[in-house]
């Protein structure tokens, strides 16, 4: 083992500490099987830390890891073009830890990261349609207000903006510290095999785990908090410049929540944050989407709790097919959204050619939601010609506020094909329970409906609906 103050770190919470830990990193790298660094008790002010093949960085109880304010950070990658996602997705040396096409590397707690020196935000994607780019919620913010959320590249050099980036690679293992405000990611992990996330608690401003274009990955036993944008979130963006499709993914033992930014970790849990900045309520959710060039195959979401957050989210907008999901046993309470959200949709954010994806082959079981905004149903809802395909859904309890009326029964939304997907793009829906428009094979069995007030719209509505069959559902109407 080599302990980072031989190679003159500090741990005083003044001194800059990274060169010193990329030295022992660098130290451990060069014995012909790698070692382990390990990190004592300490405040450990840091730039870049660059992660190396075959070394494992142990974080001691008391050992923090704090981002340091202002430049100094590694700069971004020259990626040529990158216009089909955002400053963020597309590069990683700028964090706190990165790593680029490395093996059998492990970040072990009890440590703490703290992002404090870290940047959430970052310029948009360059891509010329800009359709869909946003969220319809941000449709009245002024330019200036989305200028502070997306400044230009120019103010990101030097800057870090995530606090562990990796970048292909394979054998990762994140598992037991404790992350705190950590910018754009907490984790973003690019088109990286067998990686294993575990015993993680996460309080961040921004993403919590972003899992973009991997295969063969575990989430399991993490809390995430992220009030402002998605907890657990598998994308297939074309961050790498080639397709690259999300597959073989279990996310278990989870909880996910959209609490106060630092409440998860102070114990006090508040609600008191009204939105989100895309002026949308508190986020904190597991998805699939919104990047999804590459599409997503055999994924597994189980035994998980949401708390005051958007529910689940299953979307696919930029030509890729999300295949045989399965999300099961799942706790939800206080829904600021629709507790469950499944969305084909006609981005296309992609090269020329880029065409409509799929989705088929879903099953939703075991599901249990309670104190849902009143708003928003279960959504199913795929295109016109291109319906959402074999969709089961087994043994789900929603319940709901109720209130709605009889104008917002006799809502009929737009398709809005090209749009940003979130639960909010269709306004109220026209059922209160589930709405269902553009699909084909939809088995419901089991599904229990109920409002705590009176509501005017029908708890079901279907629209384009082939091949449905029902059971053990007695408010399908």
Avoid at 377 to 388: C, D, E, K, S
Wanted: aromatic share 4%; proline share 5%; glycine share 12%.
């Amino acid at each position: 083992m080599i302990d980072v103050r031989h190679h003159g770190a500090k741990g005083d919470g003044t001194t800059l500490d990274s060169p010193a830990i990329n030295a022992a990193i660098a130290a451990a790298a060069a014995h012909p099987h790698g070692g382990t660094v390990v990190i004592p008790i300490g405040r450990y002010r840091c730039v870049s830390i660059r992660l190396r093949s075959r070394v494992t960085i142990m974080l001691a109880k008391g050992a923090i890891i704090e981002a340091a304010d202002g430049t100094g950070y590694d700069v971004p990658e020259d990626n040529g073009e990158q216009l089909y996602q955002d400053f963020g997705h597309s590069h990683w040396r700028n964090s706190l830890f990165w790593g680029d096409d490395v093996e059998q590397v492990a970040i072990l707690g009890p440590g703490l990261i703290h992002g404090k020196g870290l940047t959430r935000d970052g310029p948009g994607a360059r891509w010329k349609a800009q359709t869909g780019e946003r969220p319809l919620s941000m449709r009245q913010m002024s330019a200036a207000e989305i200028a502070r959320l997306e400044p230009d590249v120019a103010r990101m050099q030097g800057r870090g903006n995530k606090a562990i980036a990796l970048k292909n690679g394979r054998d990762i293992r994140l598992s037991g510290f404790t992350m705190r405000t950590c910018g754009h990611f907490a984790i973003l992990a690019t088109g990286t095999r067998g990686l294993h996330i575990a015993d993680l608690t996460i309080d961040t401003d921004r993403d919590g785990i972003d899992l973009d274009g991997v295969r063969d990955c575990v989430v399991e036993r993490c809390r995430v908090n992220t009030p402002n944008d998605d907890a657990i979130v598998v994308k297939s963006s074309f961050a790498l410049g080639r397709i690259a499709t999300a597959e073989n993914i279990t996310i278990r033992h989870c909880a996910v929540s959209g609490y106060d930014l630092g409440t998860l970790l102070d114990g006090s849990r508040r609600t008191t944050q009204a939105l989100a900045p895309d002026r949308d309520r508190p986020t904190g959710r597991i998805k699939l989407g919104t990047e999804s060039n590459g599409g997503y195959r055999n994924i597994l979401i189980e035994d998980c709790s949401f708390d005051h957050g958007r529910g689940l989210a299953l979307e696919t907008v930029d030509g890729g097919v999300m295949e045989n999901v399965i999300a099961q046993q799942l706790t939800m309470r206080d829904v600021t959204t629709a507790p469950l959200f499944l969305r084909l949709g006609d981005r296309r954010r992609g090269p020329a050619g880029t065409g409509i994806g799929a989705i088929r082959g879903v099953t939703l079981e075991a599901i249990e939601a309670t104190g849902i905004d009143p708003r928003f149903a279960a959504t199913i809802a795929g295109l016109p010609g291109h319906g959402i395909e074999d969709v089961t859904l087994r043994d789900i309890r929603l319940t709901y506020a109720g209130g709605g009326t009889a104008a917002d029964a006799a809502r009929r939304p737009e398709d809005l094909a090209s749009a940003y997907p979130e639960p909010s793009m269709f306004g109220v829906t026209p059922a209160w329970g589930l709405w269902v428009r553009h699909a084909r094979g939809l088995t419901v069995h089991g599904l229990d409906l109920a409002t705590a007030t009176p509501d005017a719209r029908p708890p079901v509505r279907v629209e384009d609906v082939a091949n449905v069959r029902v059971s053990d559902t007695p408010l399908w109407v």
